[in-house]
């Protein structure tokens, strides 16, 4: 399998792109609401296109309205929920990150944006482990002895 390995951009069209295309880069989110409408446009796309955020979302969810529904304290709560969150802001790093490799090297391969992809990736699964861990050991005491107390 031979490697294309597209040639760097050349000092005068990165001028022409600094200079032409982001001198006012400043102005393009005119006021709050439309920056927010940007980021809600980036969480938008990666519910639709990312199968992996869509289960974080639904797991970070269910995670929640248990925790709710166990009548953890508050504290027990937000902790869950600042490592959920964190986890789908890994997610949403790591399909930028994926998408700006993929913009770079267009359909070839090479082995550096493997290994930004993989380790894009291995943020995520280490957030997700360390969500499971807090998740755990946060929500099967009070839901153990939920089960116990029904039988």
């Known amino acids: 399998m031979s490697q ?19 001198e006012f880069s400043w102005k393009v989110a005119s006021n709050l609401f439309v920056s927010f409408k940007y980021a809600w446009a980036g969480i938008t796309y990666s519910f639709q296109t990312q199968r992996n955020f869509r289960i974080h979302t639904s797991v970070c969810a269910m995670a929640i309205a248990l925790s709710v529904y166990l009548h953890l304290r508050p504290v027990e709560i937000a902790v869950i929920g600042i490592t959920s969150g964190l986890v789908l802001a890994l997610e949403l790093l790591n399909t930028a990150i994926e998408s700006i490799v993929d913009l770079t090297v267009k359909q070839t391969y090479h082995e550096l944006a493997k290994v930004a992809k993989d380790c894009a990736a291995g943020a995520v699964l280490v957030s997700a482990l360390v969500a499971v861990l807090v998740a755990a050991t946060l929500l099967l005491p009070p839901l153990v002895a939920l089960i116990i107390s029904s039988l």
Do not use: A, F
Not at 4 to 22: A, C, G, H, M, Y
């Open 4 to 22: 294309k390995v597209s040639p760097p951009p050349t000092s005068t069209s990165l001028q022409n792109i600094v200079t032409n295309e982001r």
